[in-house]
């Protein structure tokens, strides 16, 4: 029986791992940015360690990130919000259907004008949306967590352009607004914070007093 799961597990994984590969060709083909696989396998853990019942992603694209925030959550719910439309659409469509009834929700529009009007707070958040509004959407979210909450940012070493003293014109919003947003949290007597220097760089926020 031991054997017969563990051949289970090794299938399951290569078929996970085949619709993966095929979704990072599909996102590069169509020029949709996204985590890399490690990235999603560290939300993956967390999500395992951690157990929130109540989940938010603030920038879900077509929803490749949302699979690992969503795989192992229980009888919780997923909030998932973007700009874009048809990649909103294509993340329903591709976890709802991974995912057969689970609670699942996403959303088409601004964050920091949906977000207000959530009636649900959450035990997590990931954060991958527009780098300059950062500081803007620790702001909002802030009134929607639990004791203990988790934040999670995605992005926040920017290409190590954080670290720089001189930012091109291009990228001088988005530093800034990554610089706002760990300048934020880390001077908040409310939250405790750590880096981690996985895929362009990860912050996980705690919830300390609330």
């Known amino acids: 029986m031991q054997k017969s799961?563990?051949?289970?597990?090794?299938?399951?994984?290569?078929?996970?791992?085949?619709?993966?590969?095929?979704?990072?060709k599909e996102a590069a083909l169509k020029k949709i940015p996204i985590i890399d696989v490690t990235t999603g396998r560290f939300l993956e853990l967390i999500c395992l360690l951690a157990t929130p019942k109540d989940i938010l992603e603030i920038g879900?694209?077509?929803?490749?990130?949302?699979?690992?925030l969503i795989k192992n959550l229980g009888s919780g719910h997923y909030t998932g919000i973007d700009l874009n439309r048809e990649r909103i659409r294509k993340?329903?469509?591709f976890t709802c259907s991974l995912f057969p009834g689970k609670k699942?929700?996403?959303?088409?529009?601004?964050?920091?004008?949906?977000?207000?009007?959530?009636?649900?707070?959450?035990?997590?958040?990931?954060?991958?949306?527009?780098?300059?509004?950062?500081?803007?959407?620790?702001?909002?979210?802030e009134t929607k967590l639990k004791p203990g909450a988790l934040i999670i940012a995605d992005n926040i070493f920017?290409?190590?352009?954080i670290f720089k003293s001189k930012i091109n014109k291009h990228d001088i919003n988005s530093v800034n607004g990554i610089r706002g947003y760990i300048s934020y949290i880390e001077n908040s007597s409310e939250l405790a914070?750590?880096?981690?220097?996985?895929?362009?760089?990860?912050?996980?926020?705690k919830v300390i007093k609330k």
Do not use: M, R
């Open 104 to 141: 699942i929700k996403f959303l088409a529009g601004n964050a920091l004008k949906i977000i207000p009007k959530l009636k649900i707070k959450f035990d997590l958040v990931f954060i991958d949306a527009a780098k300059f509004e950062y500081p803007h959407y620790i702001s909002v979210i």
């Open 158 to 161: 920017y290409g190590n352009k």
């Open 5 to 24: 799961n563990s051949n289970k597990e090794i299938q399951n994984f290569i078929t996970e791992n085949k619709l993966l590969v095929g979704l990072q």
């Open 60 to 68: 879900c694209g077509s929803g490749f990130s949302s699979y690992f």
């Open 193 to 205: 914070n750590h880096f981690f220097d996985i895929g362009d760089g990860i912050s996980i926020t």
């Open 91 to 93: 993340a329903e469509e």
